[in-house]
């Protein structure tokens, strides 16, 4: 069956530009979460959505970082005048209710020039 | 704040041996412990998760144990094979579902 998709794969932006960064996580999937994948680390967590609600958006590193999932199915991250230390691969994840199980995405590498 | 580490960053290992993953943790209120593995270019896989209040569990190939006295994880691959070369991530999660904390990784590379 299908699992999360992202897209882009690849993004290349000019410091300042700003870019949105789309997830269409497993139907059915109830929560969903974005971390973000510096080089040679785990992933660090961004953000949670319950269906459309966003329930913890505690880990995102400024408020230049923005993120939605309007009709709880497809989620959107934005993140405006992007910096150099943005540069990173960012994951989406979405699992059932109370499952420890994520299923990950491909991520995007985002390159900020 | 609290997180969650691993002792070895590379593991070599020859095809058909075990391997041991190792990973320490800090948070003592951590109630899941989840192993992920992380194919170049691809996001991590759900490997195994274990609770806190248990210190053992078996999945096809791979045991994650659990020793809460010193805080500390452990992932053991059976007959280690080629397609388990990758990097291996512990992670804990405050409840079941919730957000993961991830350690920095330990790869392994699985030799012919």
């Known amino acids: 069956g299908a699992g999360v998709s992202q897209s882009p794969r690849y993004k290349v932006a000019k410091r300042g530009q700003d870019v949105a960064l789309r997830c269409d996580p497993i139907?059915?999937?109830?929560?969903l979460f974005w971390y973000q994948q510096a080089l040679g680390q785990g992933p660090e967590f961004l953000t949670y959505?319950?269906?459309?609600?966003?329930?913890?958006k505690s880990g995102l590193p400024s408020d230049r970082f923005f993120a939605e999932r309007p009709e709880g199915s497809v989620s959107t991250l934005k993140i405006q005048r992007t910096q150099q230390e943005d540069s990173a691969v960012y994951l989406c994840?979405?699992?059932?209710?109370?499952?420890?199980?994520?299923?990950f995405g491909p991520g995007t590498r985002l390159t900020v020039l | 704040g609290e997180s969650v580490g691993l002792h070895l960053p590379t593991l070599s290992v020859q095809e058909g041996d075990n391997s041991i993953i190792n990973c320490a943790y800090s948070?003592?209120?951590?109630?899941?412990f989840i192993w992920y593995k992380q194919e170049s270019g691809k996001g991590p896989q759900f490997i195994i998760d274990?609770?806190?209040?248990?210190d053992k569990r078996q999945g096809q190939r791979v045991t994650v144990l659990l020793n809460k006295t010193v805080k500390h994880l452990s992932l053991q691959i059976a007959a280690t094979q080629p397609g388990d070369s990758a990097v291996y991530f512990c992670?804990?999660?405050?409840?079941?579902?919730?957000?993961?904390?991830f350690g920095g990784g330990t790869r392994v590379l699985v030799k012919p």
């Open positions: 994840a979405s699992s059932l209710r109370g499952r420890n199980e994520q299923f």
């Open positions: 139907s059915g999937h109830v929560s």
């Open positions: 959505f319950q269906n459309e609600a966003q329930l913890d």
């Open positions: 948070n003592s209120a951590s109630d899941y």
């Open positions: 274990i609770r806190s209040n248990m």
């Open positions: 992670a804990e999660s405050g409840a079941a579902g919730n957000k993961l904390t």
